[in-house]
């Protein structure tokens, strides 16, 4: 018995240059725009007989927009970042720079008092194995891009320090196939247009 479970990241809340991290803020305009031009894509994955979301409010505010309903997964929110949320990258550089080489560097370590990216990667791992089994079922989550690229590096069983190199846009999707332990990556073409 296998799953379909199929990602969307959530719209943007802020540019890039500016994501902080566990960012809380809702869409922005640019964020609203996006949703509504990727929408004629997305909207058919409403259609999955299971639907979730991070609990952030840009990633409600996305699948609520795309008419999915989502129930809210504690399990899919951001890493916890302890005393660094709210936090650039460059500020965080800025107050703890040996902090900041640790916790690039070193999966297990956790120097803002949070959680670690290996903790991360296996409770977002955990999620996606306790799915409900059922031959065929549709599933789709709206997450914060770093939510994605965990199940990625969960599912494909690589090495933590490739979550660095993952690239996930606002309102990209991947979708993995399979249950508990047992999962394969699936691209798929995009339809082309009449």
């Not at 899919?76 to 936090?87: A, K, Y």
């Not at 703890?96 to 670690?116: F, I, M, T, Y």
Request: glycine share 6%; proline share 8%.
């Amino acid at each position: 018995m296998h799953l379909r479970v199929t990602f969307v990241a959530a719209a943007r809340s802020s540019s890039l240059l500016a994501e902080r991290f566990e960012d809380d803020r809702p869409l922005d305009q640019a964020g609203w725009d996006e949703v509504q031009r990727a929408a004629p894509e997305l909207v058919p994955l409403a259609a999955a007989e299971l639907r979730y979301c991070s609990p952030t409010p840009r990633s409600r505010a996305t699948g609520d927009a795309l008419g999915y309903a989502p129930l809210a997964q504690p399990a899919l929110r951001d890493c916890d970042m302890g005393r660094w949320r709210g936090f650039t990258l460059g500020e965080a550089m800025a107050r703890e720079p040996s902090a900041v080489d640790a916790w690039l560097s070193d999966p297990r370590s956790a120097p803002h008092g949070g959680e670690s990216l290996l903790s991360f990667v296996s409770r977002v791992g955990g999620w996606l194995d306790t799915r409900p089994a059922d031959d065929g079922s549709r599933i789709v989550a709206v997450a914060e891009p770093s939510v994605v690229r965990a199940a990625l590096v969960y599912a494909l069983k690589a090495q933590p320090s490739t979550y660095w190199n993952i690239d996930v846009r606002p309102l990209s999707t991947v979708t993995l196939i399979g249950t508990n332990g047992r999962w394969n990556l699936r691209l798929e073409a995009v339809p082309q247009r009449a």
